[in-house]
């Protein structure tokens, strides 16, 4: 099974840029489809975007209105997630998880979790 590490999450001020990543080690990165979820205080865990095992299909959440970029490098068995304007909505703990397709890691079928990064946005 895969262990994923998340970094990159920080306090930045409304309308700003965050880059996020997820370093992946054990079974093989490549093996998996890749996601993003984030939870806010108070507020259940919500599916971000996803990407598939070559990187060349992505799935966003409709929230996101083209902000966000999911990307992965499998030689680097790395997940990144590039946010730009940044709102205080945005606020959250950002968590990346590893699956099997995109269809369950939306219903939070997950393989494995990371243990997250804290993201604020200040107003």
């Known amino acids: 099974q895969v262990q994923l590490v998340e970094s990159g999450g920080g306090l930045v001020q409304s309308g700003g840029s965050l880059r996020l990543s997820c370093a992946a080690s054990g079974r093989t990165f490549g093996t998996y489809v890749m996601a993003w979820f984030r939870q806010a205080p108070g507020k259940e865990r919500e599916f971000v975007a996803a990407?598939?095992?070559?990187?060349?299909?992505?799935v966003y959440a409709d929230f996101l209105q083209g902000r966000f970029t999911i990307s992965r490098d499998n030689a680097k068995n790395t997940l990144y997630l590039q946010m730009y304007s940044l709102k205080p909505e945005d606020t959250a703990v950002y968590y990346c998880a590893a699956g099997q397709t995109i269809t369950t890691l939306k219903r939070s079928r997950v393989d494995s979790w990371g243990r997250g990064t804290q993201v604020t946005v200040s107003s």
């Open positions: 990407i598939l095992r070559n990187g060349e299909g992505t």
